[in-house]
Structure formats: C-alpha cells, structure tokens
C-alpha cells in the first residue's frame, strides 16, 4: 500500500534536547512539507522540500531544522532552540506537476515537552 | 498574500441531513486551488474536494460538493445526508497554481458533530 508514514506516534521530550521526528513516503512524490498544529488551530507550515538536496524555510522555521537526501524520506528536527514545541507535527507530500495535486498527509506525531 | 476565513467554530447537524460549512478567501493571485480537507479525532488530515479557481462547475465527489462563489470568494462545503462519520474538524485551504510553491494557506477549521 502507497502512503506516508510518521513515527513515533507519541513522543516525549526533556527541556533542551533535540528531537527528530521520522517522515516517509512511497509514493513517489517530489514535494514534502512539514506542519505544525496546535489546539484550535488551522496548519502552519514549518518546512518544505521540492526535491532532493533542497528545502525551504516555511512560515515557522526557527527552532527546526530538516533533510532531504532521499525522495522518500525528509525528517524534522526540533531544536532545544524552539521555545515551545508542545503540538501536533503533521508530514505531507505532493506529486509536483502541471495540475493542483492535493497534498497527502501522514498520520502524524503528537510531541510532547516535559 | 492569501487569507483562508471559516467563520463557524462548531456546527451541529442530524444524521442523514444535509450541512454547508462556510469558507470565504482573499488572494491577489488569478489561478488558485481551494481545499476542503477533513480530520478526524484520529488527526490524520484526509482530502476531500478541490475546486480551482477556473473551473465554471462547481465540483462534486460523492456526498461533499463545493458551493464556489467567485465573486464573493466563498467555497463553502456542502456535505449532504450527514454520517456519525462525518463528525470530525473540517479545513478550507488554498495554494496559488502558478509557480513551484503551492503551499497551502489553512483556516482554523469548523468541528461538525453529526447527532444521531
């Protein structure tokens, strides 16, 4: 079955130590997009990457960091630099092409800083 | 810049009964998408319709159709004979359609519950 996985599912985090949270796809698609929900809010996106070995800063980047050295694979770093990385982290990805092409979502990775 | 606007925190409906979620957008671009994505307790964000701005029909899949106003720039959702299933957060969003960016501009999204 083609889909994007996350993992771990939930994760728990000391104050001041870094986290990577794990995206993958088999989709064959050429975007992937962090995001970043908290309670009540709509998505904001965090970074994007359009094809290997390149990635832009989205609208709350500080305190991330990502990688794309695979097609399949563009995990997210949260830095002891976020000041409050409590939230719902979202992955995604978009077959680039000529059309709108939705963007597909993982199931996600709820984070928690004790 | 582009502005997603769902102005119904909550709504409530009867099953097998039909309900319109409101979206209103802002955008300077001349070709644009709207999506309505859907996302259960479960968290996962599951696609549902897209309507581009050029389209003159307004699209349909199955139970959800889009009720696409351009001038007002509304696209609102319009699930018909409503499902236990359908309660769940339901977003609006929109990405330009030109470029190589498409990054989705989200609403803060509307809670339907579905009664029994």
């Known amino acids: 079955d083609g889909g994007i996985t996350q993992s771990p599912k939930y994760l728990f985090r000391k104050e001041g130590q870094n986290v990577t949270l794990s995206c993958e796809q088999n989709l064959n698609h050429d975007a992937m997009y962090w995001y970043r929900q908290d309670p009540g809010q709509g998505l904001r996106l965090i970074y994007y990457?359009?094809?290997?070995?390149?990635?832009q800063k989205g609208d709350i980047a500080e305190g991330y960091s990502v990688s794309r050295e695979k097609k399949e694979s563009f995990p997210l770093t949260v830095t002891s630099a976020q000041k409050n990385p409590t939230a719902f982290y979202l992955c995604?990805?978009?077959?680039?092409?000529?059309?709108?092409?939705?963007?597909?979502f993982g199931p996600g990775t709820r984070l928690t800083v004790l | 810049a582009q502005k997603i606007t769902q102005t119904q925190p909550g709504m409530f409906v009867q099953e097998k009964e039909a309900v319109t979620l409101d979206c209103t957008y802002d955008t300077s671009d001349q070709s644009y998408g709207l999506f309505w994505y859907k996302q259960p307790s479960s968290g996962e964000m599951i696609f549902l319709i897209y309507q581009g701005s050029y389209d003159e029909q307004n699209a349909t899949e199955g139970r959800y159709s889009l009720n696409f106003q351009k001038a007002r720039k509304s696209a609102n959702l319009v699930i018909s004979a409503s499902q236990l299933g359908d309660s769940a957060m339901y977003f609006c969003?929109?990405?330009?359609?030109?470029?190589?960016?498409?990054?989705?501009?989200w609403g803060l999204g509307t809670s339907l519950a579905v009664n029994p």
């Open positions: 990457s359009q094809i290997v070995n390149d990635f």
């Open positions: 995604a990805s978009r077959l680039a092409g000529l059309t709108y092409n939705e963007q597909f």
């Open positions: 969003a929109i990405s330009p359609l030109a470029g190589n960016n498409r990054k989705l501009i």
